[in-house]
């Protein structure tokens, strides 16, 4: 005689990496309605954040970048911030690379690639790895661990781990982990690319 299972539920409710890609707002199993909506404007608004630093830095704009010292007037967008490291095992390392040919280039190109990658809502996964790479750099420039400068100054750190570098990072993971980029943005699209269905980290 035959006898019947009850059917498993956790195992029912999991739904494959691809698939979810592509409905992750439309079942319960993954994200509400009101959460997607809710990911997405976070996923938005901390895309600008990146953009606008390009943008700022870039054109010098007169916000954290003086008008006439952006990069295309020969500014350095590194040198500024990297050459003023005071703090950490890593002050030295940070003082040889400021204002780099390179050490430009991938600054700013990491903060244009974050920042269009959020903004449409693609590629979040390599973009979560990428921008908690650079934050975790910029938290080791800025050392939060430290109570003093190498110069004796009160660091003014207000946390020694948990600061704005290591919130980003987490809001990066996350935004990725919720495929974030499908509501009001072009997840689903990119999940159905023939490249992305083959390489799932693309996602």
Do not use: C
């Amino acid at each position: 005689m035959a006898v019947m299972q009850e059917p498993r539920l956790n195992r029912s409710m999991q739904v494959p990496s691809q698939r979810a890609a592509q409905t992750a707002p439309e079942h319960g199993a993954v994200m509400t309605p009101a959460g997607a909506k809710a990911f997405a404007v976070v996923r938005i608004v901390t895309g600008f954040v990146f953009l606008w630093a390009f943008l700022d830095k870039t054109f010098g704009w007169g916000y954290a970048t003086p008008a006439g010292k952006g990069w295309i007037d020969g500014g350095s967008p590194t040198e500024g911030f990297l050459s003023h490291v005071a703090v950490g095992p890593l002050e030295s390392f940070f003082h040889d690379i400021a204002g780099a040919g390179w050490a430009n280039w991938l600054f700013m190109l990491g903060l244009l690639g974050i920042g269009v990658a959020l903004l449409s809502g693609v590629a979040l996964r390599l973009t979560a790895a990428a921008g908690s790479l650079m934050m975790m750099l910029m938290w080791a420039a800025e050392w939060p661990l430290a109570q003093h400068l190498s110069t004796g100054e009160p660091s003014m750190s207000t946390n020694p781990v948990a600061d704005y570098h290591l919130i980003y990072a987490l809001v990066l993971i996350a935004l990725a982990a919720a495929y974030a980029g499908n509501t009001w943005g072009l997840g689903r699209k990119w999940a159905e690319l023939p490249i992305v269905r083959k390489n799932r980290w693309l996602l």
